[in-house]
Structures are given as structure tokens and as C-alpha cells.
């Protein structure tokens, strides 16, 4: 059976060098871009895609023992500790980086390099919204009024969702994050597993119930890039609570055991050259980490946050599994804020 | 010294193809998560909350759909405009990817839904759900079912038996099994369904499934999710046993193909507006969808094409490469595992039904275990659609195989053909209308969302399922109306590839 199947699928001709490169559903870039380095380089680029970022460093971290690909993109900086603590990576530092934008180098041992960044934030529907006060602050939303209009991602299953979490534990601290999500329990905020349900199903422009939905801030700018009438401005917006919007940084980095070091450099040069970084904002709908790349004209509707919650990626490791269980003990599994926080040693 | 028969050799490549493809890498997986943190994991309530609503999920849907199957087969019996139509569509809902299925719902009787009904987050949307999911699969074993019973309630009349005592007495013990099997079936794939209860219920709903999920996929919690697995395990094997015996016991001989009764016109009629109207009301979702999907012409054209995302047209091609492959390994793996039951290696039985109850996600996880240079490899990918649309195929196989009938095989027999001739010139004559059927339904298993979160796969090899989902992933109306397009072209394929297939009609075990 085996044998059988070998011959049915073996491949037609052995690529000279073939690089792999693993990453999340959401990775995009034109295929004539890709097809350009291919052609120049040499390289013929695999891409295998594994679920959403969570989901992809884990298989990385699963397969250490023998890895499945030369290349991990798309891990963000809410996982960057966990990549780097699981020694899944090899340094390098890419003649690119005096290029890119500084702060974004979290990274002082350049395994993992900045590729691109974005925001997790709040979108609401115009429509719905229209004679309606907006939530002034993060803490506003858990009001019954506001909590009834919201839906979010289960942080234990999204990485949109999981930095919601994380903002609300910045901006409202160790205790109080606990009070506000039990608010929103009480209050009736709607959970969903993934971005997709929750903007497709539940957010109430596309037919469900809930005018406030866990998104991006690029989310509106992307509404009018794909909006069928061609609209003038986006149907939704974005609301920018102070502390309620999280910095997402996605990097990239070389999987140690690759028998391709050069191929795997030369990928990662170009990933940050300008050619892949101006391709990076309407395929992917973030933005370059790269300074010197102009923006799509379409992206004046995506904001950039004035306050946006941060958390180091240090803190991010110590507390971020124990978040994820407190949060799913409070809001899933409807225990009270004060009994998961007596629960704590 | 044993003589090499087909059914042992047909058994032991079963076996090796089950280790391979199943045992080996969840193996692996179990392995991990052995130890520590089994014991704090069961003594969770939250996780026997999860079980509890899993099983009563479950039951419920169980005994819904029997109790709509049952009278909607014996109308089945008559002859009636659209009869054969419906059979065959019964199982299109089965190969919908739960995300597209739950639109449909959304759009219907959803908050802002066509009716005017808010169902989301009740417990009813749910069972109408489940009863969308499963009653074709039951229809069709009672479809099959009932004309057999036919020969002796007219026995127990002839032998003076008022009409309502020798049903009770004669009629449901025979038919007690068929409805086992069928509840038994509906529980397998309500009980362990990952995305519509999420998806239509909310988080509240979640099944077990979506927990090993959670624990696996984004937290490598191993012994949480090993202990939830072998929960489900457990749960899964008593029920499966029970399926079997009930199958086992399905001792009617049923005639070749069930002929439908004919009507007189003016009754047909009447049967067939009511069973319209039935099956109107309960695929309506489907229906909704099939409206918004082709709302937008465009869409379609521009889905196609692709633009930003996989071509609608490599979709389709991948769709139909994938489930041709998948079909070569599958069709011998099902009928060499249906023929190795009928002949009695009883071991394989339960082993046969072991892919409809573990967890896709710790399975995946585990071929990169067990195979990481193989990993991204179509070899893998195959092998997992195979691993999960053999069991559909042989069910539905195996009571064609107990009913063949006796003597065509003993006289071949005695006339002295061995047994391997035998399969090829008189048993696989006789199978293949049931053979067609099954393999409409395996077929149905691969070219749905299967294997979605299974392994790692290539951009170039995105399929329908894929493909709808990549849409669904960006914010705008253009995907959006892209997705629903190409939903709609799904669920017609599907449909074709049905009515085309399902010739033969057999009905399931």
C-alpha cells in the first residue's frame, strides 16, 4: 500500500534547493513576488501552513527533536518568549536590521526579527452606532449596556483573543482585569473561538447581533479595500479606548537543525527587503517594520492606537498560561473573580 | 497450517494500516501526557460539566433523529415525485464545513435572521443541527431497513395477530436494532462534533472535543488533554460496542434493493408534498445559504480567479485530486475491512470504528510525532482522508454483504470455486450498488472540511473547505460574498457527485 502510494506521489523532479517554511494561515504575499526571489536565488520555497500563530510555534516546539521546516514566520511577541525559551531558533543577524524599526527589535539575541506589526483593537459597526453612545473607556465595557453588544475570541484558542486578554491585564492590573471579565460575563458578552466566527457569525455587520467585536485596527482600512460598492469610507470603525488596543510584532527566525543555513538567510533578507515589505500591508493587512516603505493609500482608515497596552514579553511568559486559565475559569467556567484570585498561592 | 484466505489477508492490512495511520501517532501523543496530571484533570468539574453536556447532546440528538427517521422511512416506502432525489440529498449536509453550515443558520434564524427567530444560543438550534448533520445517514438504514420487515408482520397476521399487536410484537423487536444503529451513529458524531455546537451555541456549548482542541493545539497541555481523550475513549468504545451488537443482531435478510411501492397518483402526490415540505423545513439553512451564495453573481466569477486568494478553480481541482486519491486507498481499505467482518475476524470490528472516535487533532499531532520528515508530505495528507472515510464506506458495505444470498455463494462453492475467485466473480457482482453508495459517503467525508486542522499542508494544495475559510479569515464583503459563493458551489458539487454515485441504495449499517 505504501509502495503503491511512494510511486503515486513521489515528485516529479528533485528541486535543486527547496526551503520550508512554516507559518499561519494568514501568511500572504503576491505570488509574483515570490516567484521574482525564487527565479533570482535559486531557492524553491515550500510554504507549510499550520492553523493560526499559537498553533504553528507549537508544532515547531512539538518537532524540535526533527524539524518539519527551515523557517518559522508569523510567531508574535506574545509568544516570542516561548518560542525563544523552547531553543527552537538559531541566531542571525540580518544585514537588514539597521533598517528596520528599532523598538521593534525585542529581541536582543536575533533569533526572532521583526517582520511586521500591528494592533489587536476594538471595532464597532457605524450603523449600529449611528444615534448611540460609544464606550468612553476599557472599563465602561463591561457595563451591562456595553457587555450585551460585545463579542470576543477565546484567548485559549485565538491570538487576537489572547491579546485582548493581555491588554485587559495591563490596563486594569493583576486583580482588577478578573472583576471586568466577570462583568462581562455577568453582563452577557458573547465568546466565539476564533476571529473568523466572531466577525463573520457574531459581529453585526455580517448578519449577527454584536456591534462591538475583538479585531484589528486595520480591519476598517481592509473593509473598504475589499467593500463592493466601493464605499467612500469603511462601515465599521475602530475604538480606541486608551489601554484597550495591544501591539502584535510578528517575527520571523531560522529553525536550528536546518541543512539549509544559507537558503534560509537569504529568505529572511529578502522577507525583510523592500520589495516583500511594501507587498506586506494590503496581503496581510499590517504594517512593515521596515522605515523607509510607503504606505498604500488605503491604510490613511487604519489608526495607529495613541495608547496602546503594552506587557513585556518576559511578562507576557511568567503570567500568560495562568491568565488563559484564570480567564477560562471566570468567564467559561463561571467561577467568581474572588475565588480564582483566593485560588492563588 | 491456514490456507491464505482473502479475509485474513484483508484483516492484517487493515491492522497494519490502523497502526500506521492511528495507533502509532496517537500513541505517541497518549505518551506525552501519561502520569502527572491525570488524577487533577478528572477531579475538575468543569470537565465533567464539558462530559455532561457532550453526552446529553449526544442522546438528544439521537433520539431526535430516529424519532423524525421512523416515519419519514416508511413514506419511503411509496413511490413519490422526488423520492429518489431526497435520498440522495439527504447526505449533501455531511460534507458542508461547519463554518458555512453555521452561516446558513445564522442567516435563517439567527439575531438578525430572514424569520425574524433569534435561535442563536439555544439549545434548539443545536438539535436542528444535529438533526440537519444526521438524519440522512439514518433515513437511508431505515430506507433499507423496512422492506425486509414486510414477510413476517404478514406471518404474524396470517397467524391471527391484530395489526397493532404483531407491529409490537414482531415488528419492533426486528427493527429495534436498525434503530440502535442509527442512534448509535448520530451519537459517534454529535457527541465528539467540534464545531457547530461552538458555533451556534456559543462557548457554553462546547463538546469535550473542543477542549482536547484548546489543550492541544494552543497550550501542548498534555496530560489535560490526554486525560480528556481517554474520557472520550471510553465514552466512544461502550457506545460503539453497543452500535455493533445492535448491528450484529440486525438479523433481517434484506431483499436485493427495496422496490418503492407505487401510489395512486392523487395519494403520491399528497406524500410527496408532504415529505417536500419536510425536508424544505429542515434544510432551510441550506437553502438560505444556496440564496445568499448566489445572490451576488460576481462573487463567484471573482472567487474563480482568485485575485488575493487560492482560485476558486485550483480549489475545486485539489477538492477532486484529493478525494481521487484518497478514494484508492480508502475503496480497498473498506471493503477488505467489510469483507474480513462478514467472514467473522471479529477483532477488527471495534478496531474498525476506532477513526470515527479519536480526536482529529491529537491524531495530527501525532503523525508529526511519528512522521516529521514525512510532514507536508502528500503521502500524509492522503493517508489522514483515507484514515477517515474507510469507516463510512465499509458501513455501508457490510450489510450488503450479510445480505447476500446464500445459495448463489455455496453453489459456487460447491462447483468448486475458491475464495478468492469467489470474491471476484460472484460476491463483487453482488456488492457494487452498495459499494457506489459508500463510496458517495466516503467521498463526502474528504471532500468536506476533514483534515482542515489534521496535518500541515501547502497553500497550493488548498481545497474547497480551505479555501472558504482562507475568506472568512480577512474583514471586507468581497471575501465574504467570495466565500458563500464558493459554499454554494460546495454543497452542489457535492449534491452531483451524489446523485451521480448513488445508484445503488442500500441504506447504511
Keep these: ?345 | 497450517m491456514r490456507r491464505l484466505e482473502p479475509a485474513r489477508c484483508g484483516a492484517w492490512l487493515v491492522w497494519v494500516f490502523l497502526a500506521l495511520a492511528l495507533l502509532y501517532p496517537l500513541g505517541r501523543i497518549l505518551a506525552l501526557g501519561l502520569g502527572e496530571g491525570l488524577g487533577p484533570t478528572l477531579a475538575n468539574p468543569y470537565y465533567w460539566g464539558r462530559l455532561a453536556w457532550s453526552l446529553a447532546y449526544g442522546l438528544g440528538s439521537s433520539l431526535l433523529v430516529v424519532a423524525l427517521a421512523l416515519p419519514l422511512a416508511y413514506a419511503f416506502r411509496y413511490r413519490f415525485p422526488g423520492r429518489d432525489l431526497w435520498l440522495s440529498l439527504a447526505t449533501v449536509p455531511f460534507v458542508l464545513p461547519t463554518l458555512v453550515v453555521a452561516l446558513g443558520f445564522l442567516a435563517l434564524v439567527g439575531p438578525r435572521g430572514v424569520l425574524g427567530v433569534d435561535l442563536y444560543g439555544t439549545p434548539w438550534i443545536l438539535f436542528w443541527a444535529s438533526a440537519f448533520y444526521n438524519l440522512g445517514l439514518v433515513l437511508r438504514m431505515l430506507v433499507a431497513v423496512l422492506p425486509a420487515l414486510e414477510p413476517p408482520l404478514a406471518a404474524a397476521r396470517t397467524l391471527g395477530a391484530s395489526p397493532w399487536r404483531a407491529y409490537w410484537r414482531v415488528g419492533v423487536p426486528l427493527l429495534a436494532p436498525a434503530l440502535l444503529a442509527g442512534g448509535g451513529l448520530t451519537f459517534l458524531y454529535s457527541f465528539s462534533s467540534f464545531g457547530l455546537p461552538l458555533l451556534l451555541g456559543g462557548a457554553r456549548y462546547a463538546t469535550l472535543e473542543v477542549e482536547v482542541y484548546g489543550l492541544l493545539a494552543y497550550r501542548l497541555a498534555f496530560p489535560e488533554a490526554t486525560a480528556l481523550i481517554l474520557l472520550q475513549l471510553a465514552v466512544l468504545a461502550l457506545v460503539s460496542l453497543l452500535y455493533l451488537g445492535a448491528q450484529r443482531r440486525l438479523a433481517l435478510s434484506l431483499s436485493a434493493a427495496p422496490r418503492p411501492k407505487p401510489l395512486p397518483p392523487a395519494a403520491a402526490w399528497r406524500l410527496a408534498a408532504g415529505v417536500w415540505l419536510f425536508f424544505l423545513a429542515l434544510y432551510a439553512p441550506l437553502l438560505a445559504l444556496l440564496a445568499r451564495a448566489f445572490a451576488a453573481p460576481g462573487a463567484l466569477a471573482s472567487a474563480w480567479t482568485g485575485g488575493d486568494f487560492t482560485p476558486g478553480a485550483l480549489a475545486l481541482a485539489n477538492t477532486l485530486r484529493f478525494a481521487g486519491l484518497s478514494l484508492l486507498v480508502a475503496l480497498p481499505l473498506g471493503f477488505l475491512y467489510a469483507y474480513a467482518v462478514w467472514r467473522g475476524e471479529r477483532s477488527l470490528d471495534l478496531a474498525g470504528l476506532f477513526p470515527l472516535m479519536v480526536s482529529p487533532v491529537a491524531v495530527g499531532l501525532g503523525y508529526l510525532l511519528a512522521y516529521p520528515s514525512l510532514s507536508g508530505s502528500l503521502l500524509i495528507l492522503i493517508g489522514a482522508y483515507a484514515l477517515l472515510s474507510y469507516p463510512l464506506l465499509a458501513r455501508a458495505l457490510l450489510p450488503a454483504f450479510r445480505a447476500m444470498p446464500k445459495g448463489v455463494l455455496e453453489a459456487a462453492r460447491v462447483l468448486g470455486a475458491g475464495p478468492w475467485r469467489r470474491l471476484l466473480r460472484v460476491e463483487w457482482p453482488l456488492l457494487r450498488p452498495a459499494l457506489l453508495s459508500g463510496t458517495a459517503l466516503a467521498l463526502a467525508a474528504v471532500v468536506g472540511e476533514f483534515g482542515a486542522t489534521l496535518v500541515l499542508r501547502r497553500p497550493e494544495w488548498a481545497t474547497l473547505a480551505l479555501a472558504i475559510y482562507e475568506r472568512l479569515g480577512k474583514p471586507g464583503a468581497e471575501p465574504f460574498q467570495e466565500a458563500l459563493a464558493l459554499a454554494g458551489l460546495l454543497a452542489l458539487l457535492a449534491g452531483g457527485l451524489f446523485l451521480l454515485l448513488d445508484r445503488g441504495r442500500r441504506g447504511l449499517g
Design chain 1, 1 to 345: 500500500m505504501g509502495g503503491l502510494l511512494g510511486l503515486l506521489m513521489a515528485p516529479a523532479l528533485a528541486q535543486p534547493t527547496t526551503l520550508t517554511v512554516l507559518t499561519h494561515e494568514s501568511f500572504n504575499l503576491d505570488k509574483n513576488l515570490i516567484a521574482q526571489f525564487e527565479q533570482a536565488s535559486g531557492i524553491k520555497l515550500r510554504f507549510l501552513k499550520a492553523g493560526d500563530a499559537g498553533e504553528t510555534l507549537n508544532r515547531a516546539i512539538l518537532t524540535k527533536a526533527a524539524p518539519v521546516a527551515d523557517v518559522l514566520y508569523g510567531f508574535d511577541n506574545s509568544l516570542l518568549s516561548k518560542a525563544l525559551a523552547a531553543g527552537i531558533l538559531e541566531p542571525y543577524r540580518s544585514p537588514q536590521l539597521p533598517s528596520l524599526r528599532s523598538e521593534f527589535v525585542l529581541d536582543p539575541t536575533y533569533r526572532a526579527l521583526p517582520v511586521d506589526f500591528g494592533y489587536v483593537a476594538l471595532n464597532y459597526d457605524k450603523a449600529h452606532f449611528k444615534d448611540k453612545a460609544l464606550p468612553q473607556t476599557l472599563a465602561d465595557l463591561a457595563r451591562p449596556e456595553f457587555a450585551k453588544l460585545l463579542v470576543v475570541e477565546n484567548p485559549a484558542t485565538s491570538s487576537p483573543g489572547l491579546a485582548f486578554l493581555l491588554a485587559t491585564v495591563a490596563t486594569l492590573g493583576e486583580d482588577g482585569y478578573l472583576d471586568f471579565w466577570e462583568g462581562l460575563r455577568k453582563g452577557g458578552v458573547r465568546v466565539e473561538k476564533g476571529w473568523s466566527e466572531a466577525y463573520y457569525t457574531a459581529f453585526s455587520k455580517n448578519g449577527g447581533d454584536r456591534p462591538l467585536v475583538v479585531s484589528y485596527a486595520t480591519s476598517p482600512a481592509a473593509e473598504l479595500f475589499y467593500s463592493e460598492k466601493k464605499l467612500t469610507e469603511p462601515p465599521t470603525g475602530n475604538l480606541l479606548l486608551p489601554g484597550s488596543s495591544f501591539l502584535q510584532v510578528e517575527f520571523v527566525g531560522i529553525l536550528k537543525g536546518t541543512k539549509q543555513p544559507a537558503a534560509a538567510r537569504k529568505f529572511v533578507d529578502w522577507l525583510l527587503s523592500k520589495p516583500a515589505q511594501e507587498n506586506i500591508p494590503t496581503q496581510m493587512w499590517v504594517y512593515p517594520t521596515r522605515k523607509d516603505v510607503a504606505l498604500p493609500e488605503v491604510f490613511k482608515w487604519a489608526e495607529v492606537p495613541k495608547e496602546p497596552a503594552q506587557l513585556s514579553p518576559q511578562r507576557i511568559a511568567q503570567g500568560a498560561e495562568r491568565w488563559v486559565r484564570e480567564w477560562t475559569e471566570v468567564v467559561l467556567q463561571g467561577q467568581s473573580a474572588l475565588a480564582v484570585r483566593k485560588a492563588r498561592r
